[in-house]
Every structure is written in structure tokens, then in C-alpha cells.
């Protein structure tokens, strides 16, 4: 069974930076693509980043320049460098099996695991 375990999430204030992990067994982790997604207090889910196969990354809007995302398939492992964190990025942060850019369906199925918290706050 695919398995992504999270870490890494906490309580910041702004402009404070953090680094999220994701651990990934189960599956060819160097053959797939892995997503970023995030759901804010009240809100549906939203994509954040992609980095595909070959180390390739995408980004939302509103976190160009502060995100980073990287992988290392030596390990099994996806991160989320954040950096220049904003009241705006609290949200629960999950690591996603495949690709995906863009609109995050209500309906996504695919492998995420269970999570880690993000809080800016002064």
C-alpha cells in the first residue's frame, strides 16, 4: 500500500520560515510525479506545487518566490521549503501521489497522506 507521512508543520509568525517533509513507501517513487496541496480552516482544497519525475517544479501564484519544492528519490522523499510565510499560508499541508497543476477536484482520489499543520500568526 502506497503510504505519505508528513512532517515538518507548526506555529510561525510571518516572514518565518519552514520546512515540510514527506516520506513516500509503497509505490516507484522515482517514476511518479508528486503534488503539494494545501486546505486553509473553512476552505476546499487548493494545489500548491508540483515537481515531477525528473525534478521539474510548478508553482500557485501565490507562493512563487517563497516556495521551494525538491525531492530526493535516494530516500523517498518530497519537501516544501517555505519561506516568507504569510498569515494566508495557515493550512494543512498534504503530499499527493502524481501530478497534478491547478484546480484540485472534490473528487481526487489519488494517494495524500494525513497531513501537516501550517500556522502563521503574530
Known amino acids: 500500500d502506497v503510504q505519505l507521512v508528513e512532517s515538518g508543520g507548526g506555529l510561525v509568525q510571518p516572514g518565518a520560515s519552514l520546512t515540510l517533509s514527506c516520506a513516500a513507501s509503497?509505490?516507484?517513487?522515482?517514476?511518479?510525479?508528486m503534488t503539494w496541496i494545501r486546505q486553509a480552516p473553512g476552505k476546499g482544497f487548493e494545489w500548491v506545487s508540483v515537481i515531477n519525475a525528473e525534478g521539474r517544479s510548478w508553482y500557485t501564484n501565490s507562493v512563487k518566490g517563497r516556495f521551494a519544492v525538491s525531492r530526493d528519490n535516494d530516500k523517498n522523499m518530497v519537501y516544501l521549503q517555505m519561506d516568507n510565510l504569510k498569515p494566508e499560508d495557515t493550512a494543512v499541508y498534504y503530499c499527493?501521489?502524481?501530478?497534478?497543476?491547478?484546480?484540485?477536484?472534490?473528487?481526487?482520489?489519488?494517494?495524500r497522506g494525513q497531513g501537516t499543520r501550517v500556522t502563521v500568526s503574530s
Open positions: 509503497g509505490l516507484a517513487f522515482s517514476t511518479y510525479a
Open positions: 499527493r501521489r502524481g501530478a497534478l497543476i491547478g484546480v484540485v477536484s472534490p473528487d481526487d482520489s489519488a494517494p
